[in-house]
């Protein structure tokens, strides 16, 4: 039973504007929440990260929304740019456990 | 550098035969990870390892075996009984602290003939 849902496998948005990841989740006890981002042949990287008290993260293009009563967050990207174009994890951390929780991933493609 | 090394990127092996991918982190990290992942699927952990000569099995860790002899390193073997053991394999690792998450290594794929 997945913990850790990304329901869109796959996003395709034009350069220069919004693409909006997202992440739903079952357990209350996740108490903090990672984006990753992952090309191809590749380890995913770290990209962005939020803790359970708060609601929003931001860093320059990124910004990452979490809405505890609705156990859902979200990855927005503006603007979009072709660089941008790969798998996105997000990931949740279950509080006394040391260990993440993955999603499934959404592609973005970003089209120039 | 610190980082985490996975070896080889590439690797063939023919059916029923048992085949050993490396990992082996120099950031002292305590923790680490083996994920499998299929076209089209999300990271699901295999092992995972909170300190040396300890490891618990993940979702899926049937047809796999590891261990944690020294700190710095994590190999983890696909056995003969892995039903379906093509696919990419990447290993992680973590201080512990939820903050930093975890960091991975570039993977190896796996394909089995």
């Known amino acids: 039973d997945q913990q850790v849902k990304q329901n869109s496998p796959s996003l395709s948005v034009q350069e220069g504007r919004i693409s909006i990841l997202n992440c739903d989740y079952t357990n209350s006890m996740f108490d903090y929440f990672l984006w990753y981002k992952k090309y191809p042949a590749e380890g995913p990287t770290f990209l962005i990260s939020i803790s359970s008290i708060k609601d929003k993260n931001e860093d320059?293009?990124?910004t990452v929304f979490l809405n505890k009563s609705a156990k859902h967050l979200s990855l927005h990207i503006v603007p979009s740019q072709p660089g941008d174009s790969a798998v996105y994890?997000?990931?949740a951390h279950q509080h006394n456990f040391n260990k993440f929780y993955f999603g499934s991933?959404?592609?973005l493609n970003v089209k120039p | 550098d610190g980082g985490i090394t996975q070896s080889p990127k590439y690797l063939f092996r023919k059916e029923g035969q048992n085949v050993t991918l490396s990992c082996e982190q120099n950031l002292n990290h305590d923790?680490?990870?083996w994920y499998r992942q299929d076209p089209g699927q999300g990271l699901r952990l295999i092992y995972y390892s909170q300190i040396v000569n300890d490891f618990q099995k993940g979702d899926i860790a049937e047809g796999y075996s590891v261990s944690r002899e020294k700190k710095e390193s994590f190999p983890l073997t696909v056995t003969s009984a892995q039903k379906n053991p093509t696919a990419f394999y990447l290993c992680a690792?973590?201080?512990?602290d939820r903050h930093y998450g975890y960091t991975f290594g570039s993977g190896t794929r796996l394909t089995v003939v």
């Open chain 1, 60 to 62: 320059g293009r990124f």
């Open chain 1, 89 to 91: 994890f997000c990931a």
């Open chain 1, 105 to 107: 991933g959404t592609k």
């Open chain 2, 31 to 33: 923790a680490m990870y």
């Open chain 2, 93 to 96: 690792s973590s201080t512990g």
